[in-house]
């Protein structure tokens, strides 16, 4: 089925293998191997992103200004299709785009070490830092309001009015936990209305699996581009702490294996402001702590608010599924703020390691 896709980019499919690749949730992403070469080839779901031009579009802008501004910077741009097109159709509308493969390259799906934390925050900053310069009023939005915490309190209130009594029953101590956070809402109201927090281009979705690393866990380079677009540096930084402090992940049901690595929280501290340190404003870097309380409690509203809803955006593998989510990420937040005091020294140590450092 993937033949004609593969002569759109001008590669002979007898000459190539195809295999599925990664454990990305949202596209479909493959591996082609050849002898001439190997690649990456990727089904855009277009359930969730409405508009695959515009992702393509932002790419293109993004490889335009750093081939001009910085040409060493390894950024893993989708390659043209004969006729010159980033995006490719299939004769059932599904949408393709082929990128290179980077040799010698990997990706890890699990945190198991600071060193890992460090060179990921270390990659996102460096992305972010080298795109300071960049009109990101050129960049189109691929996902509205992603990560809008006003919005996702707004459908958590509605999702709640308009519960059964059963799942407002079972939901009683989240729904609790909701509003014993709201401080969290109210300070990004704040935030975000009062102009403290400039516009950045950042990758917004900072999972592990979206850095390359090389045979020695060094950092390469970011991917998984398509949520590229403006926002505040908070969401980036946020998801770092979000999914890398624990060693347990979202899908945790046990909820004593949820705790806090203070060691990952300086790795990623000093990894990012390895980059981003002399960027950033002093309001800014006041936020930086905030920024995983902020994405901790947007991830257990989505969460709560789609049990809520039967189920309906994320949907459930057992009973309870969004549930039992929502107060996995609700414990690592009361838990991420019971260190708060620990990770303000965490951080000023962290700094004045960054600025002895020569250079």
Do not use: W
Not at 167 to 179: D, L, P, T
Not at 209 to 234: K, R
């Amino acid at each position: 089925m993937f033949d004609n896709i593969l002569l759109s980019y001008g590669l002979n499919p007898s000459d190539y293998t195809i295999e599925p690749f990664g454990s990305g949730l949202i596209n479909r992403t493959l591996k082609v191997s050849g002898d001439a070469g190997d690649y990456i080839l990727q089904q855009i779901n277009v359930n969730v992103f409405k508009s695959p031009e515009d992702i393509a579009e932002n790419l293109t802008l993004l490889n335009a200004h750093f081939k001009k501004t910085k040409a060493d910077y390894l950024f893993v741009a989708p390659l043209q299709a004969i006729q010159e097109e980033f995006l490719v159709k299939s004769a059932t509308g599904d949408v393709f785009r082929l990128f290179p493969f980077v040799k010698g390259s990997q990706t890890i799906n699990f945190i198991s070490s600071k060193k890992q934390a460090y060179e990921a925050a270390k990659q996102f900053g460096k992305f972010t830092r080298l795109l300071n310069d960049f009109e990101t009023g050129r960049l189109k939005h691929t996902l509205t309001d992603f990560h809008n915490l006003a919005l996702r309190f707004r459908q958590f209130e509605a999702a709640n009015g308009n519960a059964t009594q059963e799942r407002s029953g079972q939901a009683a101590n989240e729904i609790k936990e909701v509003y014993k956070h709201v401080d969290i809402l109210q300070t990004y109201t704040q935030l975000v209305t009062n102009g403290g927090m400039p516009l950045r281009v950042i990758h917004h979705d900072t999972k592990i699996s979206n850095i390359l690393f090389d045979d020695h866990q060094n950092g390469l380079c970011v991917i998984d581009l398509d949520t590229v677009m403006p926002g505040y540096y908070l969401s980036d930084v946020g998801d770092m702490m979000r999914t890398y402090l624990s060693p347990a992940n979202e899908e945790e049901t046990d909820l004593s294996k949820i705790r806090i690595r203070e060691h990952f929280f300086s790795a990623v501290c000093k990894g990012y402001l390895s980059e981003m340190g002399n960027v950033l404003t002093e309001t800014e870097k006041e936020y930086f702590i905030f920024s995983g309380k902020l994405m901790i409690y947007m991830q257990a509203l989505r969460f709560l608010t789609d049990f809520l809803n039967n189920d309906t955006y994320y949907g459930a593998k057992y009973p309870g599924h969004n549930l039992k989510r929502a107060r996995n990420q609700f414990t690592l937040l009361n838990k991420y703020v019971t260190t708060e005091e620990k990770f303000v020294q965490l951080m000023i140590e962290a700094e004045k390691d960054l600025t002895a450092v020569p250079g």
